[in-house]
C-alpha cells in the first residue's frame, strides 16, 4: 500500500498564501503522476493542478498565474505553492498519486484532505 500525508493547509486571509505538502510512503511504487484537488462544500471535487514524473504541469484555469505545483521525485513528494488566495480557494485540497505498485498493481492514491480557508 502507498500512504500519501498532507500538510501546510491552515487559516489565511485574502491575498495571502500557504505552501501544501504531499508525501508517499511505501514499497515497491513508482508515481507516474501527483496532483492536488479540491473540494468545497456543496460542489464536486475538482482538480486544482498535477504534475508529471517529467515536470509537464496543468492548471485549472481558475488558479492560472496563482497557484504553482512542483514535485521532487526524489522524495516522492508533491508541493503546492498558494499565492494571491481568494475566499473562493476556500475548501479541502487532497493530493492524488498515480503510477503503479511493483510488480504489476495500479497505483491510485489519495490523502485524507486538508482544509484551506481564506478569510475575506
Known amino acids: 500500500q502507498v500512504q500519501l500525508v498532507e500538510s501546510g493547509g491552515g487559516l489565511v486571509q485574502a491575498g495571502g498564501s500557504l505552501r501544501l505538502s504531499c508525501a508517499a510512503s511505501?514499497?515497491?511504487?513508482?508515481?507516474?503522476?501527483m496532483g492536488w484537488y479540491r473540494q468545497a462544500p456543496g460542489k464536486q471535487r475538482e482538480l486544482v493542478a498535477g504534475?508529471?514524473?517529467?515536470?509537464?504541469?496543468d492548471y485549472a484555469d481558475s488558479v492560472k498565474g496563482r497557484f504553482t505545483i512542483s514535485r521532487d521525485n526524489a522524495k516522492n513528494t508533491v508541493y503546492l505553492q498558494m499565492n494571491s488566495l481568494l475566499p473562493e480557494d476556500t475548501a479541502v485540497y487532497y493530493c492524488?498519486?498515480?503510477?503503479?505498485?511493483?510488480?504489476?498493481?495500479?497505483?491510485?492514491?489519495w490523502g485524507q484532505g486538508t482544509q484551506v480557508t481564506v478569510s475575506s
Open positions: 511505501g514499497s515497491s511504487f513508482t508515481i507516474y503522476s
Open positions: 492524488n498519486a498515480v503510477g503503479r505498485v511493483l510488480p504489476k498493481g495500479p497505483l491510485n492514491s
Open positions: 504534475i508529471t514524473s517529467g515536470g509537464r504541469m
